[in-house]
């Protein structure tokens, strides 16, 4: 009896033991990627204030890493809504540099906890994105991408946008637009109060 006994407990717990494996070894099959609105910009800073941020473990090779930035820029559109901030957010922020102009960014919270940043690369003239997340969680970062790709890649029709993008390198401002269906990006004269201060 006392043998039986022992080969039962031993197998429940090996029972549990393989049933908490399973669950760890896919904890994002049903990742909740949720973006921070413009307006919760500030709560998501001091929540995040003291993470250390890297791109390490985001870098995994997905689909959307070849995809041009403007077509991402129009999937994110469509999945997620407008980015949680743009150009013009930044450009009278103290100590802000051309060098670090963008065209968008989207914040994210993985799973209400996780921290997540996308933003382009050179506007609408590259493919791919750049990462950010939080290094305490870089184990998870590449389940979280191809997640994150998914969505993306699962969008069925592309979302109007219309952002503005200035490139140092080529010292010119663009109108970056996605409409009717077509792609735009047009030279134009520096947007109404967007001027960049080159006095740094």
Do not use: C
Not at 123 to 151: C, H
């Amino acid at each position: 009896m006392q043998f039986r006994k022992a080969i039962f407990i031993l197998f429940a717990l090996l029972f549990v033991g393989l049933n908490a494996q399973a669950q760890q070894a896919n904890p994002f099959q049903e990742s909740k990627i949720r973006k921070v609105t413009h307006d919760e910009r500030e709560a998501f800073q001091k929540r995040y204030d003291s993470i250390k941020w890297t791109g390490q473990g985001l870098y995994e090779g997905t689909v959307i890493d070849n995809v041009p930035t403007v077509e991402l820029r129009a999937r994110l559109q469509a999945r997620f809504g407008d980015p949680t901030q743009k150009l013009e957010d930044l450009i009278d922020t103290e100590g802000f540099r051309p060098a670090e102009a963008i065209e968008f960014e989207y914040w994210f919270v993985v799973n209400d906890s996780i921290p997540m940043m996308v933003l382009d690369v050179d506007g609408p003239f590259d493919e791919g994105l750049v990462y950010g997340g939080a290094s305490r969680y870089i184990d998870l970062m590449p389940q979280i991408k191809r997640t994150f790709s998914r969505q993306l890649m699962g969008v069925d029709q592309l979302a109007s946008f219309q952002d503005y993008f200035y490139s140092p390198e080529r010292e010119q401002w663009f109108d970056v637009q996605y409409k009717d269906g077509k792609f735009k990006k047009e030279k134009i004269p520096s947007p109404k109060g967007m001027t960049i201060n080159f006095d740094y």
